[in-house]
Structures are given as structure tokens and as C-alpha cells.
């Protein structure tokens, strides 16, 4: 079955750690997107990619990076620069049409 | 069942009511409307969408409603059921490739029994 998945489920990282956040997709969808999620919270939009090697900043990019090498990976690095990284991470894709989907979203909490 | 104009971020009704949940949406140029619902921990999960050409859909137990003058969706749920305790968010977008979804505010439902 087609879908997009998020690895790990939980992650924990130490003050000033760099940690990546992993999404995959097998829906041939050409744009992904990163959302970030505090507790009580919608969803704010960390950064998107339209088309592989090409991605753009949402509203609150900063101390994030993203690359997008493959069609089918989209991989969130939380840097030691953002310095309240402790929420939920949902990886998105969508068809040209609109069709979203959603993944199952990586919890991560500083220690 | 309750029903409001404004957004409220909780709406707590009995089994069997129907629920009115109330969205205001930013952007005038979007034009393409989705309701979520997300349980917790978990990813946000599609009920119902429309795009700008319509002022209602209906889909099973569920409606949702488009006032472009004021910039206001509604989601009505019929019937509901102590399964449809969640948090639901609105989503607009300019259906565009490739555009992100902007969400709004969520509203927690609580159903009782």
C-alpha cells in the first residue's frame, strides 16, 4: 500500500545536538511539506519542497534545515539553533491535484 | 446540537446531538477548503473538502459549509458519536501545485455518552 512514513516515532536530544527526522514516501507525490505542532496547537509550516533539489521556507524555518536529494525522501534536521525543539513533527505529501497525506508525525523532546 | 458564529476552542455536546464546529479561514485567494480530524498523538486524518465553486458538500454524517464573503467554513457533524471525540482543524490553500496548507485554529470535541 502506498503511504508516508515517519521515523523514529519518539526521539529525544541533548542541548545542542543536531538530530535529523526522516520522511519517505511512496506515493509519487511531487511536493512534501514539514509542520511543526505544539501542544494545544494547529499546525505551522516549517519548510516545503514543489520539485526535487528545490524547497522553499515557511513560516518558522529558522534553526531547521531540509533537503530534498530523491522524490521520495524529505529529511527535517532540527539544529542546535533552534532552541525550543520539543514537539510533534508531521511530514506531509500532496498530488498535484491537492491530494494531501499525512504521516504519523515524530514526537521530539529535548532531555 | 450547538452551533456558533465564532471559533471556540472546545465544543462539548451529548451522543447523539449534532455538532457545528466554526472555522475563519485568512487568505481571500484560497480556494480550497479541508477539514481535519487529529486524535491524539497521531497525524491529522481527511474528512471532507471543498473547493471555492461550491457553498456546501456533504459527505457521510458529515457537511461542510463555504461563506466566501466572510471568509467562514463550517464543519456540521450529524449524529455524533463518542468516536468522533478528537481535535479538528480547517486547512486553506490556493490549489496550486505544491502549496502548502495554512491550518487554523482547532476546536476539541468532546462527546459524552
Known amino acids: 500500500d502506498g503511504g508516508i512514513t515517519q521515523s523514529p516515532k519518539y526521539l529525544f536530544r541533548k542541548e545542542g545536538q543536531n538530530v535529523t527526522l526522516s520522511c519517505e514516501q511512496n506515493?509519487?507525490?511531487?511536493?512534501m511539506y514539514w509542520y511543526r505542532q505544539d501542544p494545544g496547537q494547529g499546525l505551522r509550516l516549517i519548510y516545503y519542497?514543489?520539485?526535487?533539489?528545490?524547497?522553499q521556507k515557511g513560516d518558522i524555518a529558522e534553526g531547521y534545515s531540509v533537503s530534498r536529494e530523491k522524490k521520495e525522501s524529505f529529511p527535517l534536521t532540527v539544529t542546535s539553533a533552534q532552541k525550543n525543539p520539543t514537539a510533534f513533527y508531521l511530514c506531509?505529501?500532496?498530488?498535484?491535484?491537492?491530494?494531501?497525506?499525512f504521516g504519523s508525525g515524530t514526537r521530539l523532546t529535548v532531555v | 446540537g450547538e452551533s456558533v458564529g465564532l471559533h471556540l476552542p472546545t465544543l462539548s455536546v451529548q451522543e447523539g446531538d449534532n455538532s457545528i464546529i466554526n472555522c475563519a479561514y485568512s487568505?481571500?485567494?484560497?480556494?480550497?477548503f479541508i477539514w481535519y480530524k487529529q486524535e491524539s498523538g497521531k497525524g491529522p486524518q481527511f474528512i471532507i473538502d471543498?473547493?471555492?465553486?461550491?457553498d456546501k458538500r456533504q459527505g457521510q454524517r458529515v457537511t461542510v459549509l463555504l461563506n466566501k464573503t466572510v471568509k467562514h467554513l463550517s464543519l456540521q457533524i450529524a449524529a455524533t458519536q463518542p468516536g468522533d471525540s478528537a481535535v479538528y482543524f480547517c486547512?486553506?490553500?490556493?490549489?496550486?501545485?505544491?502549496?502548502?496548507?495554512?491550518f487554523g485554529k482547532g476546536t476539541t470535541l468532546s462527546v459524552s455518552s
Open positions: 506531509a505529501s500532496s498530488r498535484i491535484d491537492g491530494g494531501y497525506t
Open positions: 506515493l509519487n507525490h511531487d511536493a
Open positions: 519542497s514543489q520539485i526535487v533539489n528545490d524547497f
Open positions: 487568505n481571500s485567494a484560497s480556494d480550497y
Open positions: 471543498i473547493r471555492s465553486n461550491m
Open positions: 486547512a486553506e490553500t490556493i490549489n496550486q501545485a505544491g502549496t502548502a496548507l495554512i
